[in-house]
């Protein structure tokens, strides 16, 4: 089992910034893809960014130039960095990690973009 924890969220004035950490702990050896998905009221849960452990990572359109995702392997953490921040990007974020095909989530952090 694989527990995660995330932080970071809050409220912020558009084109602000803020930054996400999820930090993994239990069962955590041959973690691969760590990530950070969305969902906004009355949307579907999105991938927003992830990261493998050969660091290749992928955006959403709508995030790529202004949020930027990474990973302390040291420290079991992946981070998201929200910059330029739309009142668009307020949802729920949840970090998702898949650990030999197998997905685990966070509970979720609220992000709530002001304009």
């Known amino acids: 089992q694989v527990q995660l924890v995330e932080s970071g969220g809050g409220l912020v004035q558009a084109g602000g910034s803020l930054r996400l950490s999820c930090a993994a702990s239990?069962?955590?050896?041959?973690?691969?893809?760590m990530g950070w998905y969305r969902q906004a009221p009355g949307k579907q849960r999105e991938l927003v960014a992830a990261?493998?452990?050969?660091?290749?990572?992928n955006y959403a359109d709508s995030v790529k130039g202004r949020f930027t995702i990474s990973r302390d392997n040291a420290k079991n953490t992946v981070y998201l960095q929200m910059n330029s921040l739309k009142p668009e990007d307020t949802a729920v974020y949840y970090c998702?990690?898949?650990?030999?095909?197998?997905?685990?989530w966070g509970q979720g952090t609220q992000v709530t973009v002001s304009s």
């Open positions: 998702n990690v898949n650990r030999v095909g197998v997905p685990y």
């Open positions: 239990g069962t955590i050896f041959r973690i691969n893809t």
């Open positions: 990261i493998t452990s050969g660091d290749s990572t």
